[in-house]
């Protein structure tokens, strides 16, 4: 993944944005499609930014690539019957998450992401519960402490869904 120059404004971020908070695990971690190898090096929107020239928050970056280092944080993806699942992993996006941090990600940015990921395996469906099909409690409040301070500071709020398969986010 790359982030391209925002030509003819292509990219739904502000032309005068210079700042960029991003939130929520997969951020940092992106899932990758096709993707067999775990140990894979993979591309963040964190890398991806940096070499676009804008200038990221940097207690997001620590709050979350701390977490990512601590391998207590990461679950079976709920509902999984994917016959690898060591491959098939979460991240409890509660365990880091706090008022705190989004008011410091929301104040100091211009433009602030959040990214949602699923996983998904090769012929595995999708089950219709919390954190598979539907948005888990854990996502939930985060995607409204992020709406309700973006929308108090006017700023733009930009919700990235990196998954193999269409969920809902009502």
Avoid: W
Wanted: hydrophobic share 35%.
């Amino acid at each position: 993944m790359e982030i391209l120059k925002n030509t003819n404004n292509a990219l739904p971020i502000a032309k005068d944005a210079k700042k960029v908070g991003l939130m929520g695990i997969h951020s940092y971690h992106m899932i990758c499609s096709g993707l067999t190898d775990p140990d894979a090096p993979r591309v963040s929107l964190t890398d991806a930014f940096k070499a676009a020239g804008y200038k990221l928050n940097s207690r997001g970056i620590e709050t979350y690539e701390a977490c990512l280092l601590n391998k207590k944080y990461r679950l079976k993806a709920p509902g999984s019957t994917c016959f690898r699942p060591k491959y098939r992993q979460a991240y409890d996006e509660f365990k880091f998450f706090s008022e705190d941090l989004v008011e410091n990600v929301v104040d100091l940015s211009d433009v602030v992401i959040l990214t949602i990921g699923r996983e998904l395996c090769e012929g595995e469906t999708v089950s219709q519960t919390e954190g598979a099909y539907l948005i888990n409690k854990a996502e939930r409040e985060l995607l409204l402490a992020m709406s309700r301070r973006c929308t108090v500071k006017d700023k733009q709020l930009i919700v990235v869904l990196n998954t193999a398969y269409p969920i809902e986010t009502e």
